[in-house]
């Protein structure tokens, strides 16, 4: 199943790559097609005493986005793996528990300024969120997702994102990311 998606969203990147360089971009402030590379740092959104405290990890995404033609919105499809620790110290003994996620979700922002060099934007992730570890212990979950996201676009490709996941309580995470976007940009 993993890798059936990885292969469907390869496949969106690779035709939106070539659609977005055959498309003239008459009208549009910005390319109708862009894929997004990213990485960021996440952290647990809570601690938990049973999984003890959060710890930093990493999270890399792959976005592909259609700005829509004349408006400042777009919207898309994103994928995500993500790695979070939680460590705990019991009787002199350090234990340290690993909860990696996937999300796979449908998005769209509202993009203040779009087409400038700097270009804020807000938006909403839903989909789905699968974990290796859930908040009551069992393994291999799949769970309805939430992303909210702020963010700000430089130079029509750099992206900085603060998004805050929410699936399941023991994975739940807060994450700020740098993204370069393909495509888009000013026409």
Known sequence: MRKALFA?????VLLSVDASAQRSGAGRKVGAFEVEVGVGLAT???NMTEFGKSREGVDA???LR????DKPIDVGI???????YRSEQVNDIAKRYSFVSENLLLT??????QGRKVSPFVGVGLGVSWSEINADGTLNGAHFAVMPRVGVELAHHLRVTLAYKVFDRANN??????GYAFGGGKR
């Open 44 to 46: 647990a959104a809570t």
């Open 108 to 113: 769209s922002d509202y993009n203040f300024f």
């Open 173 to 178: 995470h807060l994450v700020i990311s740098l």
């Open 78 to 84: 994103y994928f995500a793996l993500c790695q979070i």
């Open 8 to 12: 469907i969203v390869v496949a969106m």
């Open 61 to 63: 995404n792959v976005e």
């Open 66 to 69: 259609y700005n829509l033609a």
